[in-house]
């Protein structure tokens, strides 16, 4: 199969032990980030699978539609980014490991890497002693204070278990079947929505991106806050409404935030509002970016290659397209 790769942006995946298992196709790899269709369905057109790195480019109706060879969009976990719809009209399989037992390990290491960051100014800190000071503030111990959990997932729950090394009491808010399956569990569960975010030293939210999932956390919620707690999102930007982190650091609560997400992205404008805060931190959206992270995530994408070559695909999103291909 002819198979096309989009934004390995240092063509990391030819590195890595699973590249080994697309060695019967003709696999060509985009290295650049491009979001114009014309551009696409020039470079894709002859592409029978393009393999996604998570949501990095959207897969939407105006390029299906110019992409006549196209049988099979091969990624892993959500798929927010894609029109399935329009993928099954067209007879294109997407397909999508949601690798239930295996939460990214990586980001939930980010996300301790952030708080860590955030509360000892390692940034501020190391930048003065690079321009010749020495000490430039008080960092806070994590020791004692609360971490609070938005979220009862995979990540979530690894994030956790480091959070007991810290000596760091867990209070956790999620949906409400989240919420029940911790108490479930024998977790701490906040009082009610308020009292999780006034109560919370440090909030981290690790819930998925979905319609329903949009705009969950509100500027209210994040005014809740106290001017000293800490707003950390290694998830997903659309989680938070609209403008309401920029609104709320800007009024002192909470105190500072850090972030790997963003509504934007890649975010190439350094001017950008929110990077310009002294109390943000920010990653460009490093959570599972490492060689271990993409060569267990694409050993999955490219299984789902071989199996839908081989006429027995795996992971099937949508099996009618299918149906849908043979019309």
């Known amino acids: 199969m002819?198979?096309?790769?989009?934004?390995?942006w240092f063509d990391t995946l030819?590195?890595?032990p699973c590249f080994a298992r697309l060695a019967e196709h003709d696999v060509t790899i985009w290295n650049?980030?491009?979001?114009?269709?014309?551009?696409?369905?020039?470079?894709?057109?002859?592409?029978e699978a393009i393999c996604l790195f998570r949501e990095r480019t959207a897969i939407r109706r105006p390029l299906i539609e110019r992409l006549p060879r196209l049988r099979l969009i091969s990624q892993r976990s959500v798929w927010p980014h894609i029109d399935v719809d329009a993928l099954t009209e067209r007879g294109v399989l997407l397909c999508s490991n949601q690798h239930a037992d295996t939460p990214s390990h990586a980001t939930a290491e980010l996300t301790w890497a952030l708080i860590l960051a955030a509360m000892r100014q390692i940034p501020q800190q190391?930048?003065?002693?690079?321009?010749?000071?020495?000490q430039m503030g008080?960092?806070?111990?994590?020791?004692?204070?609360?971490?609070?959990?938005?979220?009862?997932?995979?990540?979530?729950?690894?994030?956790?278990?480091?959070?007991?090394?810290?000596?760091?009491?867990?209070?956790w808010w999620a949906s409400e079947a989240g919420r029940a399956r911790a108490q479930a569990d024998g977790a701490v569960v906040a009082d009610s929505r308020a009292a999780f975010f006034e109560q919370s030293d440090i909030v981290s939210v690790h819930v998925r991106l979905k319609p329903e999932t949009t705009g969950l956390i509100s500027g209210a919620?994040?005014?809740?806050?106290?001017?000293?707690?800490?707003?950390v999102n290694t998830s997903r930007a659309g989680l938070?409404?609209?403008g309401a982190l920029l609104t709320a650091l800007r009024a002192g609560r909470?105190?500072?935030?850090?972030?790997?997400?963003?509504?934007?992205?890649?975010?190439?404008?350094?001017?950008?509002?929110?990077?310009?805060?002294?109390?943000?931190?920010?990653?460009?959206h490093i959570g599972y970016v490492t060689e271990d992270e993409y060569n267990l995530q694409f050993s999955d994408i490219f299984d789902q290659v071989n199996a839908f070559a081989a006429g027995a695909p795996i992971h099937m999103i949508n099996p009618e397209a299918r149906a849908a291909s043979s019309t």
């Open 14 to 16: 030819r590195t890595l």
């Open 2 to 8: 002819k198979v096309h790769i989009l934004d390995d």
């Open 221 to 231: 919620d994040l005014a809740q806050m106290r001017p000293d707690a800490l707003f």
């Open 240 to 242: 938070v409404e609209a």
């Open 254 to 284: 909470p105190g500072g935030a850090a972030v790997d997400v963003f509504e934007q992205e890649p975010l190439l404008d350094p001017s950008d509002p929110l990077l310009a805060l002294p109390n943000v931190i920010a990653t460009p």
């Open 32 to 47: 650049d980030h491009v979001e114009d269709v014309d551009i696409l369905a020039d470079r894709l057109a002859e592409a």
């Open 138 to 171: 008080v960092g806070r111990t994590l020791r004692g204070r609360t971490l609070g959990l938005y979220g009862y997932g995979r990540i979530a729950r690894a994030v956790a278990r480091y959070a007991e090394a810290f000596g760091m009491p867990v209070l």
């Open 126 to 134: 190391s930048a003065s002693l690079r321009a010749g000071g020495w």
